[in-house]
């Protein structure tokens, strides 16, 4: 299949989907700069991730995790939504877009203009922090220059617990709010669009096949093959900001295309 072709498949598909559920991973993001932690050259690869119990018990892991954080999160402050994120946005905009299903905690999406509410995030998000004990959202800044001044981890204001990045760490529960609102959302999509993930991680790695247990149509879009490839109504390998991107600028530009 030619590149066009393949193309006028995704065009086809997107056009005629009104229930679309975009689900996101790691290679929607390295287009805006931010590493896979999971690829060759990833910090997974470089360093052991800290345990969810090693981070509660000791005070020097959490420590490490504050440091590593401090220095991680140069890069995500520098990253911008790109031609993908973007391609989703305006997919929402004209009415196709139901909700984004993210394994990324990089608040890209919220940021490139779909609304907060409609974004479904499955491992947390980065861009700030969370008591453990009573829950009471903790801003960045204010952590970061307490750390660098006294080197200790952070502490809630409120109830004196641990603070913590609001995402989900090796050995911590996933969200069951979200996991459940996750497959609802997908039990009722008419499109399943997975961008950037290569489908490994389970239980988030189901959802396509329930997606086409529930009669919707499926399209794959990835930089590798993935496992479930076969499922796929459409299976690309490519990147997603020039193959998702040109396919929806070109959808928004047909007359009538704007219905919001």
Not at 97 to 102: A, P
Not at 144 to 173: H, M, N, W, Y
Request: aromatic share 4%; hydrophobic share 40%; glycine share 10%.
């Amino acid at each position: 299949m030619t590149s066009a072709d393949t193309s006028s498949r995704l065009h086809r598909l997107l056009g005629a989907a009104r229930r679309i559920v975009a689900f996101t991973g790691a290679g929607i993001s390295t287009e805006s700069g931010i590493p896979d932690f999971r690829s060759d050259d990833g910090l997974w690869r470089r360093m052991r991730p800290i345990d969810f119990q090693d981070f509660l018990a000791s005070e020097e892991m959490r420590r490490e995790s504050w440091r590593r954080k401090a220095v991680s999160d140069s890069t995500l402050e520098m990253a911008k939504p790109n031609r993908g994120h973007l391609a989703l946005c305006t997919l929402h905009r004209l009415g196709h877009l139901q909700s984004v299903i993210t394994q990324n905690v990089d608040g890209l999406h919220q940021r490139s203009g779909i609304p907060a509410e409609q974004v479904i995030e499955l491992h947390g998000n980065a861009t700030y922090a969370a008591c453990l004990g009573c829950g009471e959202r903790h801003e960045l800044a204010p952590i970061f220059e307490r750390f660098r001044a006294t080197g200790d981890p952070p502490l809630c204001e409120l109830c004196g617990g641990i603070v913590k990045s609001a995402t989900i760490s090796f050995g911590q529960a996933m969200p069951a709010v979200a996991m459940a609102r996750a497959e609802q959302e997908t039990s009722s999509c008419d499109l399943f669009l997975v961008l950037g993930t290569s489908l490994v991680v389970y239980p988030a790695a189901g959802f396509p096949r329930i997606a086409k247990i529930h009669g919707a149509k499926l399209v794959i879009l990835n930089r590798e093959p993935t496992d479930q490839d076969h499922l796929a109504d459409l299976a690309i390998a490519g990147e997603i900001g020039p193959v998702l991107g040109g396919v929806v600028e070109t959808l928004a530009r047909e007359p009538g295309a704007a219905r919001h």
